[in-house]
């Protein structure tokens, strides 16, 4: 199993010297990627907007979104900003998408949340097509465009994974909620006559030697929840220990790559994440 960080693009305190000079860093580093999370109405960057600016400063580590909110966005403007980042990084995209669960985000954007999993069911042919067929442009970096990946957890989620992905990104918890997830892509995957297994993706949060404020970034994140945010915020992975137990809870619930996204705005979290995976 690989293990990726995440940049801190929701967390509070962020500017853009610290995310470029994060995503530095964590090249130099140990870690296998760089993860973005997505949210409009939010103090957040934007994630594509984001990896791109990492690609310029990175040369090894993968690039993923985990995830995009897909419907909140136009299909072929989406396939062209994903193209170009493909190409700014020599092909080391890749685009997580999911139709995300918060009303407000579909409200800015005066999109609709009533036929949310079409769209994106949709949106995930249609990129494709734009990245093979060409016409728009740029071609990205491989021929068949960046590995796609579906993020959800509802029935339809796992058939629109099998049918238009290249696997599944779960969104975090305890390694058996994985495992569960996990079972229910193989299920798919083999349902609709795929050869091979999907990819599957999962992740986690961290912070290490500052859980109050990671904590209390989490449970503003999650407000929308409700009092589901502090079961989210005592997820938090506060110490090298509980970080040696949820990837190696990952790895035997057969994750093939985990994004570990920091809680905590501060590239010291680069550092003490490095040593404990050392």
């Known amino acids: 199993m690989r293990v990726g960080v ?3 693009t929701t967390t509070p305190g962020i500017d853009g010297r610290l995310l470029v000079e994060w995503a530095r860093q964590a090249d130099a580093g140990p870690f296998a990627s760089l993860g973005v999370l997505d949210r409009m109405v939010y103090d957040s960057a934007e994630p594509l907007t984001t990896l791109a600016a990492a690609a310029a400063v990175t040369e090894r580590v993968g690039l993923v979104t985990m995830v995009v909110i897909g419907p909140l966005r136009n299909s072929a403007v989406l396939a062209k900003q994903a193209a170009t980042v493909d190409l700014l990084s020599g092909g080391r995209l890749t685009l997580g998408l ?3 669960a918060r009303d407000d985000d579909y409200e ?3 999109a609709s949340r009533r036929d949310r999993g079409q769209r994106l069911s949709e949106q ?3 990129v494709r097509e734009v990245w093979e067929g060409g016409g728009l442009g740029p071609k990205p970096a491989r021929p068949r465009g960046p590995d796609l990946l579906v993020g959800g957890s509802s029935p339809a989620t796992f058939a629109r994974m ?3 992905s290249d696997g599944y990104v779960h969104g975090g918890g305890p390694p058996r909620a994985f495992a569960g997830a996990a079972a229910r892509a193989h299920a798919a995957w083999a349902d609709l006559g795929r ?5 599957l993706w999962g992740q986690g949060y961290f912070a290490l030697g500052d859980a109050e404020r990671g904590d209390a970034y989490l449970r503003d994140y999650y407000a929308f929840t409700g009092p589901f945010a502090e079961r989210i915020a005592a997820g938090n992975l506060t ?3 509980a970080i040696r137990d949820y990837v190696r809870g990952y790895e035997e619930a057969g994750c093939d790559h985990l994004v570990l996204l ?3 705005a501060d590239p010291a979290q680069l550092s003490r994440l490095a040593d404990v995976l050392a």
């Open 195 to 199: 050869p091979g297994r999907p990819q």
């Open 262 to 264: 920091p809680t905590v």
């Open 162 to 164: 099998a049918r238009w």
């Open 124 to 126: 995930l042919a249609d």
């Open 239 to 241: 110490s090298p220990q």
């Open 6 to 8: 995440g940049l801190p």
């Open 108 to 110: 800015a954007v005066g």
């Open 98 to 100: 999911a139709v995300g």
